[in-house]
């Protein structure tokens, strides 16, 4: 049997003293996409930088293994060497340091330090850059610095293309799409979903599965994973709200 790329133990989190993730057990395996859905306050968000080894989020209880190791200790630069990524619901803007720079010097900090010839690094970028309808002018810009929403999002999901990490976390990647927008950022994240990759989709809304067919759908509610299903749980919480799992674990 494969080992897991990431596997989530009994997580405990809390920030500030108030615990927020209250038992989270999660499992992604390599060629997996798995879609977390829940209601804002739910604690999805704090899962995604717990994974990532936010500072301010204390684990009190429970591992997190990437590939069997427990990185738990590690800071957040040395979980993305391992090859851990975050896309942020709200990337934030960086002035002064162009797209082009940045990419360029963390492509080398995940890939081992090795410096990527330029004539080949360049070709990679650009043709990522057209699978994304990212403009060229892109490349002198700083990070995110007067970017749209939807700019924002290609900007993120380009650079995981760069990358290429083992496991994507993406949080509400969705927020502040419109339809066109939403199309191609799906289209850049189904081809990172290969069967050496696992992808943690966090949504609100169903629209985003319409595009990205995830293997497996897991409702989120007070902390911990309630509900785990296929596909077609995504659909049920599209047509009839969280209520329902509400009402269910109240009857359980």
Same mark, same amino acid.
């Given at each position: 049997? #494969? ?5 989530? %133990? ?11 993730? +209250? ?6 395996? *390599?060629? %997996? ?29 429970? @591992? ?14 040395? @979980? ?6 975050? *896309?942020?619901?709200?990337?934030? #803007? ?14 080398? *900090?995940? @890939? ?6 330029? +004539?080949?690094? @360049? ?59 939403? +199309? ?53 919480? %599209? ?8 009402? %269910?674990?109240?009857?359980?």
């Amino acid at each position: 049997m #494969a080992t897991p790329l990431l596997k989530i %133990e009994d997580l405990h989190v809390e920030v500030d003293g108030k615990e927020i993730l +209250k038992g989270v057990n999660l499992t992604l395996n *390599a060629g %997996e996409v798995h879609a977390l859905m829940g209601r804002n306050g739910s604690g999805k968000s704090t899962l995604s930088y717990v994974i990532m080894g936010h500072p301010n989020y204390k684990v009190t209880k429970g @591992r997190i293994l990437f590939k069997e190791q427990d990185i738990n200790e590690l800071a957040t630069d040395e @979980r993305a060497r391992l090859g851990l990524a975050l *896309a942020f619901q709200y990337p934030v #803007a960086i002035p002064g340091v162009s797209v082009s720079n940045f990419l360029r010097a963390t492509t080398k *900090a995940t @890939r081992g330090g090795v410096d990527v010839p330029i +004539k080949e690094f @360049r070709k990679e970028l650009t043709e990522n850059m057209d699978k994304l309808g990212v403009p060229k002018d892109f490349l002198s810009r700083y990070i995110n610095d007067g970017f749209s929403g939807g700019e924002k999002k290609r900007l993120e999901i380009l650079q995981l293309s760069m990358l290429k990490p083992s496991v994507m976390v993406l949080d509400e990647t969705d927020s502040g799409l419109d339809i066109d927008a939403l +199309k191609t950022v799906s289209s850049g994240i189904n081809a990172l979903a290969t069967k050496e990759t696992a992808i943690l989709l966090i949504t609100h809304y169903q629209r985003m599965l319409n595009y990205v067919q995830p293997d497996f759908v897991h409702v989120f509610q007070d902390g911990r994973i309630v509900a785990s299903g296929g596909p077609e749980l995504s659909t049920k919480l %599209e047509e009839q709200g969280y209520d329902w799992v509400t009402q %269910e674990l109240t009857i359980a």
